[in-house]
């Protein structure tokens, strides 16, 4: 519901927005836009079980990238991915010793193209995927991946007379299939073990387009995942909060 709200008012925006002229570096059908993003990150996790209670907290420097293709009859596919080695283990993580996080998405969308905006709709498939090394033997390795339908909108407004443009986009997982698996011992050896949950995925970010095609951003990235109950994970229900800054280098043809 929440993201129906917003793309309904992502239409309305851009439909105030339509009679101010064209811009130049505006986005238009037909069009590849291809962007590296950086997002440095810090994630919390909250244990409130009989095992383990407490809040731990880790760092993720994400590297990745970003392909988007508007056809001309305003169909189009967007494909996301974004990875990144863990560190900076805080509070109850402190035990970690080596991680990697992993976000990816593909979608489909659907583009209404105005003179100062591009408002889009889309559905696709995603997946997060957090792994994880314990110095003790009892946790060991550790893999939590949840994965599942997307739905969102996402919009572009052009400020009028520049080349700058503000960019926004929400995607909500109604229900992820997560898997849990374990190598170390005791109880967490159980492998795998499974259960359903949801995410959301919101960000905010400023552009600034140069005529030939290159493109810079800056903005901010949300990601909150519920993986669910897990009977054998320490964190039941399991629930992250994963944000931070991001930074994107683009060509746009």
Known sequence: MRVFRLAVTLVIVAAV?????????????????????????????????????????WTTPYLGGDFRWTGNQHWGIHLKYDTGSEGAFAGIEARRTVGTDTVWSADVFYAWQFARATVRAFAGYGSLLQA????????????????????????????????????????FLPSTATTYTAQGGGVLGKAPDTSSGNAQDYSLAVQYAWPQGWLVEAGYRWLNPNYGQLPDYPCNPCATTTSGPTFAVGYRW
């Open 132 to 171: 994880d090394t314990f110095s003790s033997r009892v946790y060991g390795a550790e893999t939590l991946t949840g994965t599942g339908w997307r739905l969102g909108a996402d919009a572009v407004f052009s400020v009028p007379n520049s080349r700058w443009a503000f960019t926004a986009s929400a995607a």
């Open 17 to 57: 927005l339509a009679p101010w002229p064209q811009p130049a570096g505006a986005v238009a059908a037909g069009t590849f836009e291809l962007k590296l993003n950086y997002w440095p990150t810090t994630t919390t996790q909250t244990y409130g079980t009989s095992i383990i209670n407490g809040q731990g907290s």
